[in-house]
């Protein structure tokens, strides 16, 4: 069993940056490729991005392309998302999510796709 456990979300001005955390125990965290999604009020949990167990492979969705970096730091379990010029539109709880698989497979951008998750984290971006 993997555990992950979010932090660094919060409320922030359009425009300004935030990096989010995601802390991993239980398991070998550098062989587990990682993603992150969002949810919305009223909306269903999308992909934002994705990254392999040795960081090779990234993925992002277009919503926030050139806008958001995923990173791992595998000697401190830790995934990290970059988000840079924050919008409005990217108000959501924020989860990370392992699959069991050092790889990413041909569905990373579907929730179906990743086997642990953590307890999420909130980003608020204000007008």
């Known amino acids: 069993q ?29 062989t587990n490729a990682m993603g992150w999604f969002r949810q919305a009020p009223g909306k269903e949990r999308e992909f934002v991005a994705a990254i392999s167990w040795s960081g090779g492979t990234i993925k992002y969705a277009d919503s926030v392309k050139d806008r958001a970096t995923i990173s791992r730091d595998n000697a401190k379990n830790t995934v990290y998302l970059q988000m840079n010029s924050l919008k409005p539109e990217d108000t959501a709880v924020y989860y990370c999510a392992a699959d069991r698989s050092r790889y990413l497979g041909t569905s990373y951008y579907f929730t179906s796709e990743y086997d642990y998750w953590g307890q999420g984290t909130q980003v608020t971006v204000s007008s």
Do not use: I, P, Y
Not at 11 to 19: E, I, K, N, Y
């Open 2 to 30: 993997v555990h992950l456990v979010e932090s660094g979300g919060g409320l922030v001005q359009a425009g300004g940056s935030l990096r989010l955390s995601c802390a991993a125990s239980g398991g070998t965290f550098s």
